[in-house]
């Protein structure tokens, strides 16, 4: 169940990009209030899940996701996508993309956490991210995604390059991890035409993907 405040003000927007996106053994589709919950707050909270990202400077709210999860709504393209098992609908992580053609240069960036460990085990991430590119590369207004990874966050980086994406640059001793040790971040660019060859490659991750524009749909029932 959603938890609220008492002033009931944790409220979210509605659906920037209404589409759901299905592949092989996940669903993506918009997050809504009934997944911010007790579950997705304790992934932002757990140490091993949030050493890498920005959050872990500050015990994350149910207020705090609703003011994240808004400011992406209120950009144009951005949009909070969670992440649920096919085979028994539940809920196992995210993907958001985060920043989306700003000033028509075409460029969209993403980011994903997936909280649920047996589904990180099974290798929920690379589909969802193979799902999630297919999609933004599918928009003919985007040219190239951008993604970045930790210096020790192999398991990210490694995806990053599986997936087709080149190392562009490095920030050095950009990051100060929470056991204090100061790294680098990976800089991770793929162009629309470098997806188109990598692709072909990934038919496992792919193969079953079905995208539901969810408004053309009610669109099309009406008329």
Request: charged share 25%; aromatic share 8%; with cysteine.
């Amino acid at each position: 169940m959603p938890i609220f405040t008492a002033n009931n003000t944790t409220k979210i927007l509605p659906p920037n990009v209404d589409v759901i996106i299905e592949g092989r053994t996940i669903c993506l589709m918009p997050i809504t209030e009934n997944e911010i919950n007790e579950q997705y707050l304790s992934w932002l909270n757990d140490p091993e899940t949030n050493q890498f990202l920005e959050i872990r400077y500050k015990k994350q709210t149910i207020a705090d996701i609703c003011d994240y999860i808004n400011g992406l709504r209120s950009s144009e393209g951005c949009e909070m996508f969670a992440v649920f098992s096919k085979k028994n609908n539940i809920h196992v992580g995210n993907i958001a993309v985060t920043h989306y053609n700003q000033n028509n240069q075409g460029i969209a960036l993403y980011g994903a956490l997936i909280g649920d460990h047996r589904a990180l085990m099974l290798g929920v991430g690379a589909e969802a991210e193979a799902l999630m590119i297919e999609f933004l590369f599918g928009n003919p207004k985007i040219r190239k995604i951008r993604a970045n990874a930790h210096d020790e966050n192999y398991k990210s980086w490694r995806l990053l390059e599986s997936l087709g994406f080149k190392r562009e640059a490095v920030l050095r001793k950009e990051a100060v991890l929470p056991s204090s040790r100061i790294c680098d971040v990976y800089l991770y660019g793929m162009l629309k035409e470098e997806w188109l060859k990598q692709r072909k490659k990934l038919p496992f991750l792919l193969r079953d993907i079905k995208i539901v524009d969810k408004r053309k749909t009610a669109d099309a029932v009406k008329n």
